[in-house]
Every structure is written in C-alpha cells, then in structure tokens.
C-alpha cells in the first residue's frame, strides 16, 4: 500500500528499464566527449606544430629501398607501395609460421603422451624450456647466435654446388618457365584432381563393398609419374637459374634472407611449444571410455585415433588454436628488432620516419592487424561450428 | 585342447596385480557356449577386472585365458580377433557422442568387418528394432536417456555378431525406472541363447535368466552355483552375508 503511494518521479527511479537505459546514456555521454576532446586537441596540436594529415603521403615517392620484396618494387616508388611490400611480407612469415608451427606442434603434442619414454620426455622438456624463454630472444638467439656464425659467401657451405648457405643467406635455384610450361603445368593439375577422385572413389567403394585400396602408394606413383614423364614428354619446361658467386654475394637464383630464417624459426618453435600443449590436452581430454569403446569393438589404434579420439580433440583444441594463429601472427611484428621489412619495420618504421604521419601510419598498421586477426577468427569460427558436437 | 569344443571362455589359473596390490588371485572359470553367467560380489573384489581381462582391455600377468580357440597373450593379431567375437557393454555406456545412434552402431561392423556401409546400417537398424528404439537412430548420443543409451551400447556391440557379450555393471549408472527397459532387453537376449557374461547387483536378473551365478570376494571365486542353490542355500558365510545385505531391503 505503502509503496503503491510512490509519486511518478520516484517509481521511473526504481523501474530497471528505465534505470539501464539512464546510465547506459550517461556512459555514452561521456565517451563521445573524451573522443571529442582528445580528436580536437590533436588537431589543434598538429596545426600548431605544422604537421599535415591525410593520406596525401601515400602517393609520395619513398626514397629508400626493401631488402626482400614479393612484388616489384624499387626506391622510386610510393610509400604506398611501401605499405603493400610490408604487408605481404608480414603475411609470408604468418602463412609460413602457421603452417610449420602447426605441423611441429602436432608432432611435440602427440610425442609428449606417446608410450615411449624418451620420445616423451624429450618433447616435454622441449616444450617447457621453448615456451619459458621470451619471443624476441630466440628470435636474437637465431639471428645472432646460430645465423651470423655462418661462413661468408666465399666459404659457403654447399650442396652439390647448386644450394648455398652463407651469412647472407639461403641461396637456391630458381625454377624458370620454358615453352611447354602450361602444358606441364596442366598436366599436373588434372593429376593432383585425379588423385582427389581417386581418393573419394576408394573411399565409396570402401563403404559401399568393404573392399580397401592402397589410396597413399597409387597417389604417390600418378604425381612422381606425372611429374618425371610430364617433364620429358613437354619438353623439358623448367629450365633453372643456379645463383653464382660474382664478387662478394651470390647473384641469381632463389634467395631467403637471414632475417625472414631467424623469425620464421623462432615464430616457429616458440609457437609449436604452446601449439603442442593444446594438442596433448585436446587428446587427453577426451575421456577413457572412448578408447576403451573402440578397442572393445576391435578398432586398431589408427582408426581409434583418426574415426573416434581426433574429431572430438578437435571441438577442444580449436578455440586456443586459434588465438595461437593469431598470436604468430601479431607476434610477427617482433621482425623490428632484427630489420626483417615486415609491415612494422617497413611502413610504421621507416615510413613514419620520413613521412612523420604517425597517426594516419599507426591506425592504418592497427587496423591491418585487427582485420587480419578478424578474418583468421571468423574462419575459424566457422571451422569451429562444423566440428560441435549436438548436445540436444 | 580338448576343452574347444565344449568351452567358449577358458581361464586357467589367473592372476593380476596392480602394482602390490593383488586382484585376481588363481582364477579358473570355464564358459560353456550358450551359458548366461552372473557375476556378484562387493565392490573391488575383482568382478569388473576379471571380465575386462577377457577382452584384453586389463592384462593379466599369470595363467592362460583362451577364447573361442584363440590364447589370449601378447599377439596382436590374437588380441584383434578376440576383440571381435566379444562384445562389451560398459558401466557408462561409452557412446561415440560425435556420430548418431547409426553411425555408432555401423563404425565398427564398417572398419573392423568390412561390411558395405549398405549391408551395415541394414544390420545396424535390425538391432535398433531389437533394442525397441529404431525411431532415434539419425538422433545422437546427447539426446537420448541414459537407459536409451545404453540400449543403443548393446545394439552396437550385436551389430558386430559377437559370439559372447560381457556386461559391466550395464543398469549402475541408470535411474531406476530406466532399469527396466535395459533389463528386458538383456532378458530377451539371454533367452534367445547368446553367451552372457554379466556383472551386475540385479538379483532379480540373476534369478531369472542365469545358468550359474558366480560370487567374487577379495580377488577369488568364493562361490558358484545354479541360482536356486545359490540364493536359498548359499555355502560360505562371506556369500551369505553379502546376500543378506543386497536382499535385506
């Protein structure tokens, strides 16, 4: 009775909606004047101080060279293209990282719960050492310690004088397309799509009669057979360019700088340490009983492993995996300290020296960062929601 | 080898420890094709271990156990093909949770037999009809009951036409109203002449369908008789003290 007596005022006060919705508006309130007082006072800052903004800078010559670039690119051209140079090498050492950090750490995980013992006991303490040392030190570790001891381009050391490996680098062959190249290439296309069909139709054929057929060695013999007798029958259509030693560095050929090994190394095994873990715990975590089910049932330990643990390891292990993806890649950016030219070094390095834009520069960095991040994740979300499991 | 013909488990003398602890003290116990053996005894005394022994899923360090003809010792390929005439079903039912109902009962029969996929679910959907739950079959795991699940446990270990079927404790971890639907199906089973292994605390099962009723202390077979002889007049006095507990209330 007493409360029913309450005046409008006081009962607006005590309704939840309207009370959420009342400081709900007060917290944007606030925000928009602290992004509006701190985007006014950097204007005001840098019209004091002469600095211009926009994005002009972009189409300005760059003036400075890039010591490994995919695309083409000299000192003549815009910073622009300074951004992309970076940006694509930034996404080579992530793709390489991913890839190899992947394979290790699946190998280190299964190894770490593996009947044997020394096998076991010498991928824990490989990953309890690797992942217990800083990042950018073994990144230092591999540039300084273990690169810059290799011998100078006179003394490399040498693989049938066609691979060299020196201080500068790794230097190969470089295969060149001759005529006949396209067919060569088709050829080999339309057999990697044959052993595609060949895998399903074996798979088909397996369910639908249970007869089984070597899939792996009947592969194996179409591709080295398709590639060794393409080869000869298209007329030889790679021809390859041997790097030689002119001077004091090797010219021709195929080159990996030192910079790109030492953080593809170090992104690498840093990230195979944490990968592992997630592995090991992703097969642990699927409970005993399973095993215990397959092996009731006959399966061997293969198909145990590969029909029945694996899928269900995998709704565990995706979402660290994930941000360990993620982590390769934004730890990337450690390429700085020892000058590989990846986004960091190149264009919120170099550029913004010399163009003194840091707010356009970094925002533009932040935000390439953010959107590849945005993208690994969504896919892996839709990964991720492929593999769930129906509860109910 | 002259039991071959008569017995379809044979175990002699055997023995296994874990670490010092001795759980299985001299067993010998010999399965006629056909016979629907109850396993009692209180909890630890071995029954669980001595059954999971015989396909392998415990390792025992001393005695002989041969199963349908074949040694059970470190042989791989002898181990495979016990595993195959032998059906488990477990305590907690061990459904495949990533694969429906079908694709849990056709996994092995497809891999392990070889069987067209066509031929398999065919199969696979003939025990479901037997279990009585033909209508879950695209349905998974995490949906169904408890007793469901494990009536979907027993359909995919007949879909691999097992010669013997071992029950570990399989009504333990159910509600009791779901009891009885797992029961019925053993029972049909049973009386429709498959070789029952059973560990179970259903003294009611045990009265009905048995052949031998086998009670399990510390580690040894205290005693083992027909069901009638063994309820109304049980020998030793560790055997009757457990049944004046279980049937006591």
């Known amino acids: ?392 | 080898m002259t039991n071959e013909q008569e017995f379809i488990i044979t175990l002699n003398k055997v023995n296994k420890w874990y670490g010092q602890f001795h759980v299985l003290k001299d067993i010998n116990l010999n399965v006629k094709v056909g016979e629907r053996i109850v396993i009692c005894g209180p909890s630890g005394s071995g029954k669980s271990t001595m059954i999971r022994c015989i396909n392998h899923l415990e390792e025992h360090q001393e005695g002989e156990i041969v199963v349908d003809g074949v040694v059970l010792n470190n042989d791989l390929k002898n181990i495979g093909q016990i595993r195959k005439e032998v059906g488990m079903v477990f305590q907690h039912f061990n459904l495949f949770p990533h694969l429906t109902v079908l694709q849990n009962c056709t996994l092995a029969p497809i891999w392990v037999r070889k069987m067209p996929q066509k031929e398999a679910e065919a199969i696979a959907m003939k025990y479901l009809e037997r279990v009585k739950i033909p209508d879950q079959a695209h349905k998974y795991p995490g949906q169904l009951s408890g007793g469901q699940q494990q009536r979907v446990a027993i359909a995919r270990s007949l879909c691999m036409n097992p010669r013997v079927m071992l029950f570990d404790e399989p009504t333990s971890a159910l509600d009791p109203e779901m009891i009885k639907e797992v029961l019925d199906v053993m029972v049909e089973l049973a009386q429709e002449g498959m070789t029952m292994l059973c560990v179970t605390h259903e003294m009611g099962f045990a009265k009905k369908v048995a052949d031998r009723v086998i009670f399990m202390d510390a580690g040894q077979i205290i005693e083992q008789n027909e069901p009638e002889a063994f309820f109304n007049n049980p020998q030793s006095d560790r055997t009757k003290l457990f049944l004046s507990q279980v049937l006591g209330h």
């Open chain 1, 1 to 392: 009775m007493k409360l029913d007596n309450r005046n409008g005022l006081t009962r607006l006060i005590y309704n939840p909606t309207v009370r959420s919705l009342f400081f709900q508006a007060v917290v944007l309130a606030g925000l928009l004047w602290f992004l509006l007082t701190i985007i006014s006072n950097v204007m005001t800052n840098l019209d004091t101080r002469g600095i211009s903004t926009g994005f002009g800078f972009l189409s300005q010559p760059a003036g400075f060279g890039i010591s490994q670039t995919l695309i083409e690119y000299n000192e003549t051209f815009t910073f622009g293209r300074t951004f992309f140079v970076g940006l694509l090498n930034t996404l080579l050492v992530s793709a390489l990282g991913i890839v190899s950090a992947t394979v290790l750490g699946v190998f280190v995980g299964v190894s770490r719960i593996s009947p044997n013992w020394l096998l076991r006991k010498i991928s824990m303490v490989y990953i309890e050492v690797l992942r217990n040392i800083p990042l950018l030190l073994q990144i230092f570790f591999w540039y300084y310690v273990v690169l810059q001891t290799l011998p100078r381009p006179r003394d490399s050391l040498t693989f049938g004088e066609t691979v060299f490996i020196n201080i500068r680098g790794v230097f190969m062959p470089k295969p060149m397309a001759e005529s006949g190249f396209v067919v060569y290439m088709t050829l080999i296309v339309a057999a990697i799509i044959g052993v595609f069909v060949l895998g399903r139709w074996a798979k088909r054929r397996m369910i639908n009669t249970g007869q089984q057929f070597p899939v792996f060695w009947a592969s194996v013999g179409i591709l080295v057979a398709t590639l060794v007798i393409g080869f000869f029958i298209t007329g030889r259509p790679i021809a390859f360019d041997y790097p030689e030693l002119r001077g004091l560095n090797f010219r021709g050929g195929m080159s990996l700088i030192p910079e790109l090994i030492a953080l593809w190394f170090a992104l690498t095994i840093y990230t195979s340490t944490y990968i592992g873990e997630i592995v090991r715990s992703g097969i642990q975590s699927v409970a005993h009983g399973q095993t215990e089910a397959c092996r009731a049932l006959g399966l061997n330990e293969k198909q145990r492993m590969n029909l029945v643990i694996l899928p269900q390891a995998m709704r565990v292990m995706i979402p660290p995996m994930t941000s360990q993806y993620l982590n390769l890649t934004k730890n990337s950016s450690l390429a700085t300290a020892i000058g590989y030219p990846d986004l960091v070094s190149v264009f919120a390095g170099t550029t913004l020296n010399q163009t003194g834009q840091a707010i356009e520069i970094i925002t533009m960095t932040m935000l390439v960062y953010l959107t590849i991040s945005l993208l690994v994740s969504a896919f892996m979300n839709w990964f991720n929601k492929r593999v769930a499991l129906v509860e109910r």
